[in-house]
């Protein structure tokens, strides 16, 4: 397994940052799983330390739904590239490998997700995608023991939870988060939807997490530049000292009505006391 030089590790101060953002997301949101860092490596930029290029370590082939979901679930530190990733869709979007005319012709989507030979032609051209050659390697590992500057930190979990990483992101600015969806390759909206509108994203896991990444039908996702970290710690911390919490508090606080022959029972117990005081 490969391990990077020194000076490319993530520095005491991000080391700090990952681990504050880590608490505050456990503190706050609870998550069942790892918060997860990703970094995109560069043509050349070695791989941060203690992570693991399945193909080398393990001899097998990861996609990156599958990497994320391990990395989350397992807590490894795990890095895929052209040599690891046998989807192709995921291997065109993420630059690994080039496109060809059958994929722009919607060859893997035409009967599975789309009607129509166009249709899915156009369901391609809508992925997002990184220019091929512009990165090797995506590199993902838990948040807490992430050993690299992330590009992107993502986090799942039910819909009430990422309901307060949103309302975190936008704590001190308002607005609105917007996100595209397609259904499909969650994992270019996870990662190159974040990093190319450098901006807060819902994700809802695709088909392919769900049966490789093992993403749970009550699973969402929130994915965020690195450079929010601050604003999500601060924002989480600030939204539930205003009340908004998870577990949501839920309104509990009332006189409950019991079906009619608990209050008949209930008034033959109450008439009973009576009658035991005169």
Request: aromatic fraction near 8%.
């Amino acid at each position: 397994m490969e391990v990077a030089p020194t000076g490319v590790e993530a520095s005491t101060e991000v080391t700090r940052q990952l681990e504050e953002l880590d608490a505050a997301i456990a503190r706050y949101v609870r998550p069942d799983s790892y918060p997860v860092a990703i970094r995109m490596l560069k043509p050349g930029e070695p791989l941060p330390k203690g992570v693991r290029v399945p193909s080398e370590s393990v001899g097998e082939r990861w996609i990156i739904c599958q990497s994320i979901g391990i990395a989350r679930r397992y807590g490894w530190a795990v890095a895929v590239g052209r040599e690891d990733v046998i989807c192709p869709a995921a291997a065109v979007a993420f630059g690994f490998r080039p496109p060809i005319d059958a994929y722009l012709k919607g060859y893997i989507a035409v009967g599975m997700y789309c009607e129509t030979e166009e249709a899915a032609a156009n369901l391609e051209a809508s992925t997002w995608k990184f220019t091929p050659g512009d990165y090797d390697r995506l590199c993902v590992a838990p948040l807490a023991s992430a050993t690299f500057e992330p590009h992107v930190v993502a986090v799942y979990g039910n819909s009430a939870q990422v309901m307060r990483l949103v309302n975190a992101a936008l704590y001190s600015t308002g607005g609105r988060i917007e996100s595209t969806v397609g259904g499909r390759l969650d994992c270019a909206e996870i990662v190159i939807q974040t990093m190319q509108t450098d901006e807060p994203k819902v994700i809802l896991p695709c088909n392919g997490d769900r049966v490789f990444g093992m993403a749970q039908d009550a699973e969402m996702a929130f994915s965020f530049p690195w450079r929010y970290q601050e604003r999500i710690s601060n924002g989480l911390k600030g939204t539930h000292a205003g009340g908004v919490r998870y577990p949501i508090p839920v309104a509990m606080r009332s006189t409950p009505v019991m079906p009619k022959r608990y209050q008949e029972l209930f008034a033959m117990l109450e008439k009973e006391d009576a009658g035991s005081a005169q």
